[in-house]
């Protein structure tokens, strides 16, 4: 998803929340099955969820599990910064092996989420290339041991 400041807010009717809903407990739920529950066509479903990804409201992808893809190792990493932040945030985005970059207030600067194949993929990444741009001035990694939730069905406001 692009960054929230890059495009205007989409106001959301009932139904385009409705639509979200449906497509937050099943995302392969077929436009058909949607449009029975929401009270609209099928075309007028297809419709609405291609104007709510082009606007950036959501996006509907495969979940996947890192560990069952060969990545042996999650982390998050705690970024501290000297001087502007956007910068190294987005140098942080450029990288493959990020997910997940958010601008944070509190003891870290930013907060990046990481996948590596093995202790020494985390080791380069962290090292070589997250502690090498400018600007970052302390990191600290946060190894994930155990999943215990992962959810993107919190609903609609």
């Known amino acids: 998803m ?15 929340k409705a639509i979200i809903e449906q497509l937050q407990q099943d995302g392969r739920r077929s436009y058909a099955a949607i449009g029975k529950v929401v009270g609209l066509s099928e075309a007028a479903v297809r419709q609405r969820v291609q104007r709510l990804v082009e606007g950036g409201v959501m996006q509907v992808v495969a979940v996947t599990d890192p560990l069952e893809l060969g990545f042996a190792r999650q982390a ?16 942080l985005a450029e990288i493959a092996e990020v997910d997940y970059v958010v ?28 502690r090498t741009i400018e600007g970052v001035v302390a990191t600290e990694t946060f190894m994930y041991l155990q999943l215990r939730k992962q959810t993107y069905s919190w609903g609609v406001r």
């Open 2 to 16: 692009s960054p929230r400041s890059e495009r205007p807010a989409t106001p959301l009717d009932d139904v385009s």
């Open 76 to 91: 998050m990493v705690g970024v501290r910064v000297s001087g502007p932040l956007e910068p190294v945030a987005d140098a």
């Open 103 to 130: 601008i944070t207030a509190g003891s870290y600067d930013l907060l990046a989420e990481v996948v590596a194949e093995s202790d020494e993929g985390l080791l380069e990444l962290i090292s070589q290339r997250i």
